[in-house]
């Protein structure tokens, strides 16, 4: 089924989820009580200058997480289209910043909404996540950091590095929604499954996430108390996870050998998924 633009409602934000290229989202923030609308990651302009079009909404700024293709593909042609200004990281490959951002920024929307920046390396050494903390109900921007049942791959950076950007993102209040770039969920289950076939909430998810798809819905936003439950990579403190992760080892003879802690044990879950 064709994946369609929805949104999600989270006190006076709606946040609107466009579908681009084969896999991505383009988050789109508005309020209930101010005009315009802010977006993230604009990969492909066209379906985004179309939303916000039929939506009669005013581009107001376009903030940036990284810089991957698929992030920043349609970024001049909205430039063109809309001269705003970008938010987003210090970074040779996008010039376009005009507002550069980094660990410990902040900044509001509409004056009044705030933002708050999270430097999160490991995917792409400029990385970027976003919080807002929205009274009380939070939600991150997390670009290609996590995914609900799973995480972003390291092109440029360390498996430290994604480690510890991850478990920032778990140090979140445990409702704070969490809107990523890409929906992978059913093959991250899978993986997650074969790791932890014990599990309950694999199955329950996958389940659940089936039912959605069918009917053209995305399984985004997850939660970070999702997450807890459903992400190898958040659960590498869980016996289940070292147990299973200390087989891969020695079944395909990995450097790392025995994993005596959590960084170690996400290390050989991080390098078993780009093997599966
Ligand atoms: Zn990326």
């Given at each position: 089924m ?6 999600t ?5 709606h ?8 896999t991505n989202y383009?988050w789109?923030?508005r309020?209930a009580?101010h005009?315009?609308a802010y977006l ?5 302009a066209?379906p ?5 079009t039929?939506?009669?909404?005013a581009l107001?700024?376009?903030i ?10 349609g970024?001049?042609?909205m430039l063109?289209w ?7 990281p ?6 376009q910043?005009t507002t550069?951002?980094a ?19 490991g995917?792409?050494?400029e990385?970027?996540c976003?919080?807002l903390?929205?009274g ?11 995914f ?5 791959r390291?092109?440029n950076?360390?498996h430290?590095?994604?480690y ?6 778990n140090a979140?209040?445990?409702h704070t ?5 890409h ?5 991250n289950?899978?993986f ?8 309950p909430?694999?199955?329950e ?6 039912l959605r ?9 997850t ?13 590498c403190?869980?016996k289940?996870?070292?147990q ?5 080892s020695q079944?395909?003879n ?7 802690n959590d960084?170690e044990?996400?290390t050989?879950?991080?390098?078993w998924?780009?093997?599966?």
């Amino acid at each position: 089924m064709d994946r369609e633009s929805f949104t999600t409602i989270l006190g006076r934000l709606h946040i609107d989820a466009v579908p681009i290229l084969n896999t991505n989202y383009v988050w789109i923030i508005r309020h209930a009580d101010h005009e315009g609308a802010y977006l993230l990651d604009p990969g492909d302009a066209a379906p985004l200058k179309r939303h916000l079009t039929q939506n009669n909404l005013a581009l107001k700024q376009i903030i940036m997480t990284h810089s991957h293709w698929d992030h920043i593909n349609g970024l001049d042609e909205m430039l063109r289209w809309k001269k705003v200004d970008v938010i987003g990281p210090e970074c040779s490959v996008i010039p376009q910043v005009t507002t550069p951002v980094a660990e410990g920024s902040r900044f509001q929307l509409w004056n009044n909404v705030e933002v708050q920046v999270l430097h999160t390396p490991g995917h792409l050494p400029e990385h970027l996540c976003y919080y807002l903390p929205n009274g009380n109900q939070p939600v991150v921007f997390s670009g290609d950091i996590i995914f609900s049942a799973g995480c972003g791959r390291i092109f440029n950076g360390t498996h430290a590095e994604l480690y510890n950007s991850l478990q920032r993102l778990n140090a979140l209040p445990s409702h704070t929604q969490v809107c990523c770039s890409h929906d992978y969920i059913m093959d991250n289950l899978e993986f997650a499954k074969h790791v932890e076939p014990d599990n309950p909430y694999y199955q329950e998810r996958i389940k659940s996430v089936i039912l959605r798809k069918r009917m053209g819905k995305a399984a985004i936003p997850t939660s970070i108390q999702a997450e807890r439950l459903i992400n190898p990579f958040l659960r590498c403190g869980e016996k289940s996870i070292q147990q299973s992760v200390k087989r891969f080892s020695q079944e395909s003879n990995h450097p790392l050998g025995i994993p005596t802690n959590d960084l170690e044990v996400f290390t050989l879950l991080r390098d078993w998924k780009n093997q599966f």
